[in-house]
Each structure stands twice: as structure tokens, then as C-alpha cells.
């Protein structure tokens, strides 16, 4: 986001800012339902089969015992956060991806003369605009799509 065209005026910029705060809050907040939801009944469940391979052993039980007991119920969470980990990072992938490909658009479609230019310039900036809210709109309806993606997989 902060490569956007380095020619890019202060309103661009501005704007650009704008829509990525908006989409960064829109996964944020997915990103809290899930740990609300999911992950933190999955955690407690954790802990809670951590204490009974405690109690398990009693005072006599090994101690390699209580730590293989533990591994096993750490294993569920554990593979809870990578998943979500996993489709989070392929989201933010996919929408650097598409930024990038906006700006490469707007560089070239820039020529030397242009550059002294505003209405050029301001035209170059209006279609870089467009495109990028394009990208956050298409990437704000993949974020149903990737929470459903997320939950199914913590079931």
C-alpha cells in the first residue's frame, strides 16, 4: 500500500489510506469473531484436557506420561491457529497481489511527457483509484467467503 505510485499525489494517497484502514478493520474484526467464537472455547478445551492428564496421573503417574497426554491436547488448537493463520496470510497475499497489479497498471500507462502534465497525471491517479477500490470491494466479499473457509475447518 505505501508503494502506491510514487508520483501519487497527497489526496491519492489520502484516499488510498482510507480504503486500506477500512479493509484492514474489516479483517480485523473477522479475525476477532473467530478468536472470540472458535478459538478461545478451543483453547479453554486445552487447558481443561491439560488438567486431566494431571489428574490422570495422579501422584504417581510419569512425568513423559503427562507431557504426551499434554502434546495431544494442545494438537487441536495448535492446528486451529495455522489454518487461521494460513488463510489470513493467503487474504493479505491476494490483496497486496491485486495492489501491486494497480499500481504496475498506472506506471504504465504513464509516458515522459506526462509526468509535467496534471490533467494527465490526474487521469493516471483517477484509473489507479478506481482500481484499487475495485480490489478492496472484490477482497471485502472474500472475507465471508474466507471466515467460512476458517470455521469450517475448526469444527
Not at 43 to 58: L, P
Not at 118 to 142: P, W
Amino acid at each position: 500500500q505505501n508503494n502506491i505510485c510514487k508520483m501519487a499525489s497527497p489526496e491519492l494517497q489520502s484516499k488510498v489510506n482510507q480504503l486500506t484502514s477500512k479493509i484492514q478493520g474489516d479483517v480485523s474484526k473477522v479475525i476477532d469473531e473467530i478468536e472470540r467464537y472458535k478459538l478461545r472455547p478451543m483453547g479453554r478445551e486445552m487447558y481443561a484436557c491439560i488438567v486431566a492428564c494431571y489428574d490422570k496421573a495422579g501422584k504417581s503417574g510419569r512425568q513423559d506420561q503427562i507431557d504426551r497426554c499434554t502434546q495431544q491436547c494442545q494438537i487441536p488448537y495448535q492446528k486451529a491457529g495455522a489454518v487461521t493463520q494460513q488463510e489470513i496470510g493467503n487474504f493479505q497475499n491476494r490483496l497486496n497481489r491485486a495492489m501491486m497489479q494497480c499500481n504496475d497498471d498506472a506506471q504504465g500507462m504513464i509516458t515522459p511527457d506526462m509526468q509535467h502534465d496534471a490533467r494527465k497525471m490526474q487521469k493516471v491517479e483517477d484509473s489507479l483509484l478506481r482500481c484499487i477500490e475495485g480490489v478492496i470491494t472484490k477482497s471485502r466479499d472474500g472475507l465471508g467467503p474466507m471466515k467460512s473457509r476458517i470455521e469450517s475447518q475448526l469444527s
